[in-house]
């Protein structure tokens, strides 16, 4: 096994560079939040392989073997789950909304914190769509720090969930990738899932953006056409 290109010493080092003023019950705090984010990462990583043993035939048992559990544990951990066929970098936007609201110590994600995990994945369709249309990043930033809701006492500990509407966005963003066609679901479909659930905090922060669920579902479909022709020449 290789090792991982990422040492202890490094995430020590960027902490403290990026809290220079914390004292040390501060960076514990934070430390927690920046380890329950790598956690979630560790579990989409398992789940990506899984996902592509599943494809080539492999059983659960197999499965529940090459992971160290058993079969039942293994299918009920690993069973195909809402985010099945989101992209890798879709993955990680629903992580960074995930840090998003433990970081605000909020209970529950909301369709705002997705929002902002697409923000914090610049290689994504979805972010190309956002700042093309607001002219930067920052003022999509600023909107969506103005609707944040207040920050909570303290930090949750383990899994947060996600609110009625957020699973709603997330269910709408895999009927945008069917309704085009498409056997994927990336940034740009969670993108118009957000706008289709209509009252939800990050649909109000589209439109006051400047954005109509019929244009942006116009510009992300010209954008996709874009790409997949680029990539077939």
Known sequence: MSPLDISLADLIARLDEELPEADELARI?????????????????IDHYVSKAKRTGASWTEIGDAIGVSKQAAQQRHAPGPFERYTNLNRHSIVLAQ????????????TEHLLLGLLGEPRGLAYEVLVAKTGSEQRVRDAITEALPPAGAKALRGH????????EAIGQARRAAADLGHDWVGTEHTLLGLIRVEESPAARILRDLGFTPDELQATVTSEIAKRLAARDK
Do not use: M
């Open 99 to 110: 840090e998003a609201a433990r970081t605000h110590r909020h209970d529950s994600i909301g």
């Open 29 to 45: 705090s934070e430390a927690r939040l920046r380890a329950q984010t790598l956690s979630d990462l560790g579990d989409q990583l």
């Open 160 to 167: 947060i969930a996600f609110r009625p509407e957020t699973k």
